[in-house]
């Protein structure tokens, strides 16, 4: 905590001063649900009772996305059989992997049980799709077992592709001053042990991130901004030297947000290089080497924050559900599936809808895009199961709580025409380093981001 702000419990005992004190918890728990979407989408409609139905639906994926599809589909459809399907026990809650590395929190954090958010009447099959048929309507387990579908709600999520970078392997993490946040918890906790040890003795840091589509595009940034608070409150900053690579020629894809994480870096004396993409990385030399417009460049670090590539379950690539070629090339290549970027409804498909990071949207792989994302998509899947239409958008609302120190940070908020969209315009100005912001982050997303998996955010 930035040692200039008081923290709140100070002001306790005094009348007012409680009083305050409980009008700005609850401001920051509002705050928090906003940027989760605190409210369903102007577009939205929403049933006054249950519609019965016997309809067959299947959830491909039990992460952020699947579990709040489920949810949403149990409140709104009476006697619909409801199949979640994903093999993974754990669930995840992978906005909290940045506070595991950065110290903050113990890895138990972020770590709970898919089952305990699965809804009642909602049957969980423990395996994982190892085949879509979107024209049979069936998917087929890795287990063998087949299942045929209504409806299909694909929330798999995405793959790291860690084996694309020559020379990295997971078992590295945490080791030869290697981290990576995104692997899971213990890879984070083991991030930030590394990233410790960094900080204790100064040396060359390395970030960057993939030139893929990636889950929370903000997470490279925060991390270096994280590295380098740090440093400056061990007094090694002078010591060392950051370095941050960009795949192309922004920060961020924002342009005003882009521009902001540019000047906060050159504040903070922390290099940019752009159009550099990790290619290679060897340990035991601590060599990081990247794709250049010139050729290949080797940088060599004491410390590293190693992004992977990332894509589509190979399930999904090698099914029909993902874009071709001729109409999205990149996304084509990474596998994410063809939906409208509107209404999340397959556009070959009409009884498939996409919602979280595989769908082949603009933006939109952030757990406040799936608050977003997944009222719409049941709209119409239940619009269509009543023989209606829906006129609910998802507009590409997507938000960022960007550290940029300990004890601040600025809220992003934006849509897929990179409008920014404040949730409390006048109270939480966007691009501004906030206290407030950061309380959110550390501790109001959490409760609401479980509220959402449980379909009442």
Not at 316 to 323: A, E, T
Request: hydrophobic share 40%; glycine share 8%.
């Amino acid at each position: 905590m930035n040692h200039h702000t008081p923290h709140p419990s100070s002001l306790a005992g005094h009348p007012a001063a409680d009083a305050r004190f409980a009008q700005r918890r609850a401001l920051l728990a509002a705050a928090a649900a906003g940027v989760l979407g605190a409210s369903l989408p102007l577009h939205t409609t929403r049933a006054a009772s249950p519609l019965q139905t016997k309809a067959r639906i299947v959830i491909a994926g039990a992460g952020a996305a699947g579990l709040t599809t489920a949810a949403h589909l149990a409140q709104r459809l009476d006697g619909a059989r409801i199949t979640l399907i994903d093999a993974r026990k754990p669930h995840f809650y992978q906005p909290g992997f940045t506070l595991v590395g950065a110290g903050l929190k113990p890895s138990s954090y972020v770590v709970s049980a898919t089952a305990d958010y699965v809804p009642r009447g909602v049957e969980l099959i423990e395996a994982n799709v190892a085949e879509f048929d979107p024209d049979a309507q069936r998917v087929t387990t890795d287990a063998g077992q087949a299942i045929t579908y209504d409806f299909l709600v694909v929330a798999t999520g995405m793959q790291l592709e860690y084996g694309l970078i020559q020379g990295m392997d997971t078992d590295l993490i945490g080791q030869h001053g290697i981290g990576s946040i995104y692997h899971g918890p213990a890879a984070a906790q083991a991030t930030w042990q590394a990233l410790s040890e960094f900080a204790d003795r100064g040396g060359r840091g390395v970030f960057l991130r993939p030139d893929t589509e990636m889950k929370c595009a903000g997470a490279p940034l925060k991390y270096t901004f994280i590295a380098a608070d740090h440093l400056t409150r061990r007094g090694t900053r002078g010591k060392a030297e950051l370095t941050y690579n960009s795949n192309n020629q922004a920060l961020f894809s924002v342009p005003i947000v882009s521009e902001k994480v540019r000047m906060l870096f050159g504040e903070r004396g922390v290099h940019i290089r752009y159009g550099r993409v990790l290619t290679a990385i060897d340990p035991g030399r601590r060599i990081a080497t990247f794709k250049t417009a010139d050729g290949l460049e080797e940088q060599d670090y004491d410390f590293i924050h190693v992004i992977p590539p990332m894509r589509a379950p190979q399930a999904i690539r090698n099914s029909p559900l993902p874009w071709s070629a001729d109409a999205q090339p990149a996304w084509a290549a990474e596998g994410w599936m063809e939906v409208d970027r509107g209404t999340l409804r397959h556009t070959r498909y009409p009884n498939v809808f996409g919602v979280g990071d595989i769908a082949g949207v603009p933006k939109g792989k952030t757990a406040a895009s799936v608050k977003w994302q997944v009222p719409v998509a049941v709209d119409h899947l239940v619009a269509q199961i009543q023989g209606t239409t829906s006129d609910a958008l998802y507009t590409g609302y997507t938000s960022c709580p960007l550290i940029t120190r300990l004890g601040r940070a600025m809220l992003v908020e934006f849509d897929y025409n990179n409008n920014l969209m404040p949730s409390f315009p006048g109270v939480i100005a966007p691009l501004e380093e906030l206290w407030t912001t950061w309380v959110m982050k550390t501790m109001a997303l959490k409760p609401t981001y479980i509220s959402m998996l449980r379909g009442r955010a």
